[in-house]
């Protein structure tokens, strides 16, 4: 079946540092990928979305890679700072639906 | 631009009880979605609507779980009869194509406590 993962465990790092958050799928190959960050109480917002054909996306302080062979996505916050706090989540797409992943938590400590 | 709106905000019902959230999309998206959302877990789709038609309701739970968008434009999702296992929290989300063309715009999300 199809699955996509992101690390469960929570991420800590300190302010000014790069956060490297990661999602994994499994058993298929999704036309495109979507990253959400949720705040606690709040519905996620979306930031960025990358498609099967592009390697790299970036926006502002934010970068998303796309590796079809490892089967895999990178999300990058560069110069990282408290307000960046929240969960992220990852969803992967075909043409009719949008797969969520469980979210990293991630904390930028000042 | 108003963005989704969905209430009430917070239910708390008994088990067997029954509950009903609404939504209202963003002004002309034509899709519109339900996710469940269990603490701890990411949001997992249980309706989609295409205008007034489902496009996919594969998870959706029809024994308890039934949902409707009449005249294309604001939606409702009921479960009837709650368990303890639909506590979660409920969220709307409208895109202005298919999912597949770029973002959803989420609600606030609607919070339900089975006791």
């Known amino acids: 079946s199809q699955k996509i993962e992101q690390n469960s465990e929570a991420l800590n790092i300190q302010e000014g540092k790069t956060a490297t958050l990661t999602c994994n799928y499994t058993?298929?190959?999704?036309?495109?990928l979507q990253w959400y960050r949720q705040d606690p109480g709040r519905g996620p917002v979306f930031l960025l979305l990358?498609?099967?054909?592009?390697k790299e996306k970036r926006k502002e302080r934010l970068k998303v890679t796309f590796d079809t062979t490892l089967k895999q996505s990178l999300f990058h916050i560069t110069a990282s700072q408290p307000a960046d706090s929240a969960t992220y989540l990852c969803?992967?797409?075909?043409?009719?639906?949008?797969?969520f992943g469980s979210g990293t938590q991630l904390t930028v400590l000042p | 631009e108003a963005g989704v709106a969905q209430s009430p905000r917070y239910k708390i019902i008994e088990k067997r009880q029954s509950v009903a959230f609404w939504c209202n999309p963003i002004?002309?998206?034509?899709?519109l979605y339900w996710y469940q959302q269990i603490l701890g877990q990411g949001p997992k789709l249980l309706i989609q609507?295409?205008?007034?038609?489902?496009?996919?309701d594969s998870q959706l739970p029809k024994d308890r779980f039934s949902a409707e968008r009449l005249k294309g434009v604001d939606s409702t999702l009921k479960i009837q009869p709650a368990k303890l296992e639909d506590s979660a929290v409920y969220l709307c989300?409208?895109?202005?194509?298919?999912?597949?063309?770029?973002?959803?715009?989420f609600g606030e999300g609607s919070r339900l406590t089975v006791l």
């Open positions: 989300a409208s895109s202005s194509g298919p999912a597949n063309t770029g973002e959803l715009f």
């Open positions: 058993n298929y190959s999704p036309a495109y």
């Open positions: 002004s002309g998206h034509a899709t």
């Open positions: 969803a992967s797409g075909s043409a009719r639906q949008l797969t």
């Open positions: 990358i498609r099967e054909n592009e």
């Open positions: 609507f295409q205008n007034n038609g489902v496009v996919d």
